[in-house]
């Protein structure tokens, strides 16, 4: 009998077929037995009829425990009302593994340290697996979004040499190379490479040695940062719009089915469409100031004034041109308020704050060679990063978008730990 | 006038447009100039001609240095002999950012560590850039060829809790934790998810802190690892034969105008179709013996002897079920030899050698646990890698393909470090 996954099934109705996967549910009226399987796929109702099986069939039957891997054997049927539109009518069964009954997961309320502890069993979960399938399909969707609009992708390195005394950083030693550090960013590669190849991206893991404890941190993340030669700051904004956009309509129309399992507000989704909101950060000031807040002009806003800011609106906003000093040296000091830089942070609705960072880079070899002394980084470890500025240099700019929070927010996830498979926080290294 | 990428210039012909790059070539008759303009997406001949354009512009052009930043403005003209199929007729030009004369990379011979040093210069030559958009191609394919099959993309975690007592890990304090340690893969995690959902691969950067400093090491390298519940040796080898043939053809098609800008004998690459040689491990050694080598039964293979093997055949070799002790501790004893494991070793042709290593993996709870404990590792680091053996087990299969030495196969490249935008090695961790 062929062997066939779950998801194959459509093509199957009316012929025998064999299943392999994990017994998540079993019940029985005495007559009539139902197990659903599952198979990462999908799920399958399987039934046995008492009459129809041996009584050796029946009583295996009986025996099946959760998570349980078998192979049952039957023939396809259209059943509007099962899981998939199909169920299996059980002619054959052979148990491939155990399960004894401790198994950790059962359905019940656990803990959140429990099922981190045991998440390499959690991934099994109608939850997890949702999240996965719009986790694969939001990665395949930035791959063609850039891939379609000939952007080329680049790998930067996450062992790096000294970049000063930036804080928060992991380090290894290197052969006889002293201390290697792992990145935050690959943005001042991607600069290199956009002049090179013009328009790139980069799509990686990025790491922070933080000691923070939110629900919007993890210490190893993912992150995806296109850099653009001769785009200007209005340019870079257009292009983020342009992504998120295309990522949530995207979402909602391959991964529906997960969206709605993980019982998603879509009419928020759905509102999601350029043009995006723009507020100048003075104004974003005003606006929290009406609002209570004390933040003053000159500081970076918090998690709690990001907050503030979208519940006015129904869809993603921009804070543009910052503080020169609540941000970093790289960023392109605005013509119109040498106060501030040609920069952004792209806010999600819903109060999921920032996902995207981004602006226009310094491009002047005399103002960016400044900023990297008065911020006292050691400038030897910058000298390849100013030679963009000393030979031909251009105007150019770029983003990162943070994957982990673009998913917790198109998922409505309250906290990052469940958007990446294996969760680094501060007190959570394994399994 | 419209800003326009050279890449885009096919559907502007006639048209007056500006184009921004960087000068990669000037020359002049006294009459007649001709520039080629870069600006990442391709290369542009520019032409001034001396009696249709101010004296002061002629000027300008006669000042152009390697690597100066303009904008040129001018008519889009057909002309089959430029690169690209068009040419621009200047009629104005900008200098946006000087490049002094000592600019590093000119052209003649540089040094390997010299170019190494300018990496972020040497990127833009056409060589590199033919081999990125070589790289950025092979990137998509494999995703697309996974997304096609259903398989969803697992980003496994790069920091890890020990994992016993291998060698080559590059550590890293992890705040309370004690140390963390960068992947050297990420199948465990990956097997943990083809449980969960079937048929998963993952993506991502893995190291190897070892002292080689041969031709086909770097110590940050990208891998690429399927793993599907259900697949034994067999269908896995399957999967190994549908996607290498894939990429090549889809580079061919694709990519070909950078290949041929590499000089790679695409003869070489057009007869790489399925199926694939396949070897047993006994039969490689008799083959082996017979060319005079001294490898021994028991034995891994090394680089000279991979070379021996791939010289008698003009398409890629597995090489199937090796001594157990040559081999990880997770790879299938083999029911038919139980001195062997079920695993597969897939060598390029031309001498490139193991571009991937694959087996199904034990599934068999008393067995891994014992060869885990003979291989004197930590056996609580891998409880939870148990746990897939104690609840539920399944037979599957992976494996893991090198995305750089398939790369360097692929576009000929005698070393990996100018498969990746910034190798690292040994005594490389710069710029």
Same mark, same amino acid.
């Given at each position: 009998m062929a062997f066939v996954r779950i998801s194959g099934l459509s093509s199957e109705a009316g012929k025998n077929v064999t299943v392999r996967g994990w017994v998540t549910t079993v019940r029985s009226s005495g007559k009539v037995a139902f197990l659903v399987l599952r198979d990462g796929t999908g799920l399958l109702q399987c039934v046995v009829v008492k009459t129809a099986v041996s009584p050796e069939l029946w009583e295996r039957f009986a025996q099946l425990t959760l998570e349980t891997s078998i192979a049952v054997s039957g023939e396809v049927r259209a059943d509007a009302r099962a899981p998939g539109g199909f169920e299996l009518g059980v002619s054959d069964l052979t148990i491939i593994g155990a399960s004894p009954l401790d198994y950790p997961i059962q359905p019940k309320e656990h803990g959140i340290d429990f099922l981190l502890d045991h998440r390499h069993l959690w991934l099994r979960s109608p939850r997890q697996r949702a999240i996965a399938s719009i986790r694969n399909e939001l990665e395949q969707a930035i791959h063609d979004f850039f891939y379609e609009r000939q952007f080329l992708r680049v790998d930067t390195p996450i062992l790096t040499a000294a970049i000063g005394e930036r804080s928060g950083l992991f380090s290894t030693e290197y052969f006889d190379e002293g201390n290697a550090y792992l990145a935050q960013t690959g943005q001042l590669y991607g600069e290199a490479a956009a002049a090179a190849w013009g328009k790139i991206y980069t799509f990686g893991p990025t790491f922070r040695a933080e000691k923070s404890k939110t629900r919007r941190h993890l210490t190893e993340f993912w992150m995806i940062e296109p850099e653009v030669a001769w785009n200007d700051s209005n340019d870079n904004m257009v292009l983020q719009e342009e992504l998120v956009s295309y990522l949530v309509r995207r979402t909602l129309s391959n991964r529906r089915a997960e969206l709605v399992e993980l019982e998603r507000d879509l009419s928020k989704l759905e509102s999601i469409k350029p043009?995006? =909101?723009? +507020?100048? !950060?003075?104004?974003?000031?005003?606006? +929290?100031?009406?609002?209570?807040?004390?933040?003053?002009?000159?500081?970076? +806003?918090?998690?709690?004034?990001?907050? +503030?800011? =979208?519940?006015? @609106?129904?869809?993603? =906003?921009?804070? *543009?041109? !910052?503080?020169?000093?609540?941000?970093?040296? @790289? *960023?392109?000091?605005?013509p119109a308020d040498p106060r501030t830089v040609l920069c952004d942070d792209l806010l999600a609705p819903e109060g999921y704050g920032e996902i995207i960072g981004g602006s226009q880079r310094e491009d002047d070899y005399e103002k960016l060679r400044q900023r990297i002394v008065d911020e006292r980084l050691d400038l030897a470890s910058y000298e390849w990063y100013l030679d963009l500025r000393r030979y031909g240099t251009f105007v150019h700019a770029g983003f990162g978008i943070g994957l982990e929070r673009t998913i917790a927010w198109i998922c409505g996830l309250p906290h990052l730990r469940e958007a990446i498979a294996f969760p680094r926080m501060m007190h959570r290294l394994k399994p």
């Open positions: 043009p995006f =909101v723009r +507020l100048d !950060y003075g104004e974003a000031i005003d606006l +929290l100031r009406r609002k209570g807040s004390t933040t003053t002009w000159g500081e970076d +806003l918090g998690a709690e004034d990001e907050s +503030l800011i =979208v519940a006015e @609106y129904d869809k993603p =906003v921009f804070v *543009m041109n !910052y503080p020169k000093e609540a941000k970093a040296f @790289y *960023m392109k000091e605005n």
